[in-house]
C-alpha cells in the first residue's frame, strides 16, 4: 500500500476517532443543529475557495445536484442525528454505534451493487468486529450521562443514511477535484443543517459570545471544522474512488477504539479489561475485513 494511501487510511481513523469527544464538548454548550451547520458550512467554503484559488474546479453537468444529494443524505441526515444523539448518549457509544457502518454497506454492496464477494474470511471480519463493537458497547463508560433508546436508534438511522450516501455516490456525477466534492456537500449539508437549527427554534437558545469563545468550545470546533471536516472527509472521499468501498468504511471499527481511549485519557474515562477484549475483537475485525474482501466476477456477455 502507498503512503499515501496509508496517510489517508490514518486520517479517517485517528481523527475521525477522536471528532466524537469533540462533538460532546460542544453539544454540551451549544445547540446540535447549530453546531453541525456551522461546522461543515465554514468547512465547506474553505474547501470550495480552496480549490477555486488552485484553478482546479470543475463542475460537470450534473455534478451539482450530485453534491446537494449527498450534502442532504451525508450531512444534514447523519450529522442531524449524530449531534444530537450525542447530547444523550456518550460519545464512545456513539462512535461504537457507528461502526454498524461497514455491515450496512457490506449487504449493500452484496445485494444492490454485487460488487464484492463474500468470503469466509470477511464474513468472520464483520462477526468478529460486530462481536467486538458489542462488547464496548456493553462497558463503554457514561460519565453520568444517560443513554437514551430513542437517541441510539437515531444515531442507528444516521448510520443507514451515511452508508446509503456511500454507495450512492458511486453513481452520481460529482464536482471534481475530490476537495471541490468534499466542500460542496458539506457547505450544502451545512446550510441545511442551519436552516433546521432556526426551525428548531436554537438561535434563541444560543450561549453568550463570551461562553462560545471558551478556549475548549474554540479548540473543539477547529478540531472538528480542520483535523475532522477538511482533512479527513476529502482523504475519505479520495479513498471511496480509488479503494473498495467495504475496506474504506473499515474506519467505522477503529473509530469506536479512538474514541474511547480519547475518552479515557482526556475526559478521565477508564477502560477496563472487559473492554481491552472488545478492542482487540474490533482490530481482528479490521484485519480480516480488510484481507478477506474478494471484487466481485464481472459478468461476460455473450454475443450470438
Do not use: D
Not at 437515531?154 to 451515511?162: A, D, E
Request: hydrophobic share 55%; glycine share 10%; charged share 10%.
Amino acid at each position: 500500500m502507498s503512503i499515501r494511501r496509508l496517510l489517508a487510511y490514518g486520517a479517517i481513523y485517528f481523527l475521525w476517532g477522536g471528532s466524537f469527544l469533540g462533538i460532546r464538548e460542544l453539544v454540551a454548550v451549544v445547540p446540535p443543529f447549530f453546531a453541525a451547520g456551522f461546522r461543515f458550512t465554514l468547512a465547506g467554503l474553505l474547501l470550495v475557495g480552496y480549490s477555486h484559488l488552485r484553478g482546479r474546479a470543475e463542475m460537470p453537468r450534473g455534478s451539482l445536484v450530485g453534491a446537494s444529494t449527498l450534502g442532504f443524505i451525508m450531512f444534514t441526515l447523519m450529522y442531524a442525528a449524530l449531534f444530537w444523539g450525542e447530547i444523550l448518549v456518550p460519545s464512545g457509544i456513539a462512535a461504537v454505534i457507528s461502526a454498524m457502518i461497514p455491515v450496512w454497506i457490506f449487504i449493500g454492496e452484496l445485494a444492490i451493487l454485487r460488487t464484492q464477494r463474500a468470503t469466509l474470511l470477511s464474513v468472520a471480519g464483520i462477526v468478529l468486529g460486530f462481536a467486538g463493537v458489542v462488547v464496548l458497547a456493553w462497558q463503554a463508560p457514561v460519565s453520568g450521562i444517560r443513554t437514551s433508546t430513542l437517541a441510539v436508534l437515531v444515531l442507528i438511522g444516521g448510520t443507514l443514511c451515511w452508508s446509503g450516501g456511500t454507495l450512492l455516490s458511486r453513481r452520481l456525477t460529482l464536482p471534481r477535484p475530490q476537495t471541490l466534492n468534499a466542500g460542496w456537500q458539506m457547505a450544502i449539508g451545512g446550510a441545511l443543517l442551519l436552516l433546521l437549527s432556526a426551525a428548531a427554534g436554537e438561535m434563541r437558545r444560543l450561549p453568550p459570545l463570551s461562553v462560545l469563545l471558551r478556549p475548549t468550545l474554540v479548540f473543539s470546533m477547529a478540531y472538528l471544522i480542520f483535523a475532522a471536516s477538511i482533512v479527513s472527509f476529502t482523504c475519505y472521499v479520495w479513498l471511496i474512488a480509488h479503494e473498495p468501498v467495504t475496506r474504506v468504511s473499515s474506519y467505522a471499527y477503529v473509530n469506536p477504539v479512538i474514541a474511547l481511549l480519547a475518552g479515557a485519557v482526556l475526559a478521565g474515562e477508564r477502560l477496563s479489561a472487559f473492554q481491552l477484549i472488545g478492542v482487540l475483537l474490533v482490530l481482528a475485525g479490521v484485519f480480516a475485513t480488510l484481507t478477506g474482501k474478494q471484487v466481485a466476477p464481472v459478468k461476460k456477455s455473450v454475443t450470438v
